[in-house]
């Protein structure tokens, strides 16, 4: 009786380990972020200070934290087709930088420390990349 109940406890103990340590492996990936967008042939990068894609047709909103370090943001877009809007907010939730259909353009935003980034396309097609 008394090994039966160790080793229930045993398990219970590394079965919470294990959904502890996923947890914390899929929010170092991003998997944290919020994510309602379809894309065909995305390819793309996403690091604390760096996010870009580039892809065929992107459609949806997507948003990720990202950091800035040198007191700026700089936005790119490409645009082929579609409609890309970028909106960043500031860590006290303030909307610092919000524009729609941005075409194929370059953006300087001041800012600093930690930002909300939130994409918004209608079928897409180029590329955005963002740098902290």
Known sequence: MENKRIRVIVLAVT???????LFFMLRSCGAGERTRANAIAYVGSK????WSGIYYSLDGTTRNTMRVKNGALTITTTTQSGVISITVQDKKGRIIFDEEDLGSATYQVEASGKVKVTIEAENHEGSFDIRG
Not at 15 to 21: D, E, H, M, N, T
Not at 47 to 50: D, L
């Open 15 to 21: 079965a919470a380990l294990v959904l502890l340590g």
């Open 47 to 50: 690091t604390p200070t760096h």
